[in-house]
């Protein structure tokens, strides 16, 4: 999903995640849970899609937090075995109303919808083209192309022409496509974002993380592999591989800050390897303190490796706000660092007079990382501070479905690690 042109933030966003079911009469409440646990990689918008293998959709999309969006009263209304939902990251600079997922979009076989994580790095050349052809395009997201695409393949059904469509684009793909009770899911080639099987009961479930399975007491089956294609039907599900092969390149991202580090993915603990590379940082550059302290959430596990291998305790000693809106009112009076002040806490009583190693999961501009060092030392009252941050320089931007700055605001690229200390 992107909203050309880019929407560079001063964080960075994760694209967006999406949850599906087929064969269960509650569809659309799982799809409200799943989604829920998956919140995480977006707050922007929320929607769900539900069929009952008819030809008409039932359909909630609205801006806002899952929980506030799917009421019982909304619920209700998305009926169906089938569902598929869809959250999306904030960003800036676009409409909300328009771009939010699944898309919904009738033709002439009917109607479809779909729902994606990633990013098509040639849609700016596929939208061109369609547009000399007569497309108007809704949206300014290309996850539209898929619609698009498909409606002008006559000679085929839902699930081929879904695939030949996507043999046209390059770049990052988890997708999941309704066509009254047939379900599609797809993952590019490369499987730079990841995607999960499950089953509940009869049910197959898919998801962007396996923590969204364990909210509904659904059973991790396996990943979706780099290039696969499955159809679940009410015959039965199918797999195939039709994409041309090439080596796996998943998003090292997912494991160093996008995924929640209950999630397993390629098999993989994200906890574990989060852990791991405390434990390496910690090997690599140790330092005499007295406390090994997170900057929160993203960092907790790396910073515990980092205190078990040294031996250095572990505190708390930054308090995250986690009710932190879109928006809110700074007050006339100008407060210094007013942003990060509402995000992030120090706690004066642990980190006085204390030497600190402050651990954070990547550094991105510098600009927050400098502001929390200046809250450690001057309202916590460290008498040292030594960042270490458990992931490598960060020099280019990534066009794989995070939203990433432009090369030049990025601190890796600019200086080595001598000069951003």
């Not at 969006?69 to 959250?87: C, E, Y």
């Amino acid at each position: 999903m992107h909203c050309p042109p880019y929407c560079h933030n001063k964080e960075i966003h994760d694209e967006c995640g999406v949850f599906g079911v087929h064969n269960h009469p509650e569809a659309s409440t799982l799809t409200h849970l799943g989604l829920y646990a998956l919140q995480h990689r977006g707050q922007e918008t929320a929607g769900i899609v539900s069929s009952d293998g008819s030809s008409k959709f039932n359909v909630h999309r609205q801006s806002g937090l899952v929980a506030d969006i799917f009421r019982q009263k909304v619920l209700k209304k998305l009926k169906g075995h089938v569902a598929i939902g869809h959250v999306r990251y904030s960003t800036t600079g676009s409409s909300v109303s328009c771009n939010a997922q699944p898309i919904v979009a009738g033709y002439w076989d009917g109607e479809i919808a779909v729902a994606h994580n990633g990013n098509i790095t040639n849609a700016q050349k596929l939208r061109q083209d369609l547009e000399r052809d007569g497309a108007i395009f809704n949206t300014t997201m290309d996850t539209e192309l898929l619609i698009h695409l498909i409606a002008r393949m006559r000679n085929c059904g839902f699930a081929e022409a879904f695939v030949e469509s996507m043999r046209k684009f390059q770049g990052a793909f988890s997708m999941l496509g309704v066509k009254g009770d047939t379900l599609i899911i797809a993952r590019d080639p490369r499987g730079f974002r990841p995607l999960v099987l499950g089953r509940k009961d009869d049910a197959w479930i898919v998801a962007s993380e396996t923590c969204a399975f364990d909210i509904i007491d659904a059973k991790y089956e396996r990943d979706v592999e780099p290039g696969e294609v499955i159809v679940i039907n009410n015959e039965g599900m199918t797999s195939f591989f039709p994409f041309v092969h090439m080596q796996p390149k998943l998003c090292v991202f997912e494991y160093v800050y996008v995924a929640r580090p209950d999630s397993i993915i390629n098999n993989q603990s994200v906890y574990r390897k989060r852990y791991k590379s405390g434990r390496a940082l910690a090997q690599e550059s140790p330092v005499e303190a007295d406390l090994v302290v997170p900057i929160p959430d993203s960092s907790n596990v790396a910073a515990l490796g980092y205190s078990h291998e040294s031996g250095i305790p572990y505190q708390l000693g930054l308090i995250r706000s986690h009710y932190v809106g879109r928006t809110f009112i700074e007050p006339d009076q100008k407060i210094r660092d007013f942003g990060v002040k509402i995000k992030h806490n120090a706690v004066a009583p642990m980190l006085r007079d204390k030497r600190v190693i402050l651990i954070d999961d990547s550094i991105v501009r510098g600009t927050t990382s400098r502001k929390i060092v200046k809250m450690v030392r001057e309202q916590g009252g460290a008498k040292e501070v030594h960042v270490r941050v458990a992931s490598p320089p960060w020099k280019h931007p990534c066009f794989f479905g995070i939203d990433t700055p432009n090369q030049e605001e990025l601190i890796g690229s600019r200086m080595n690690v001598e000069e951003t200390a």
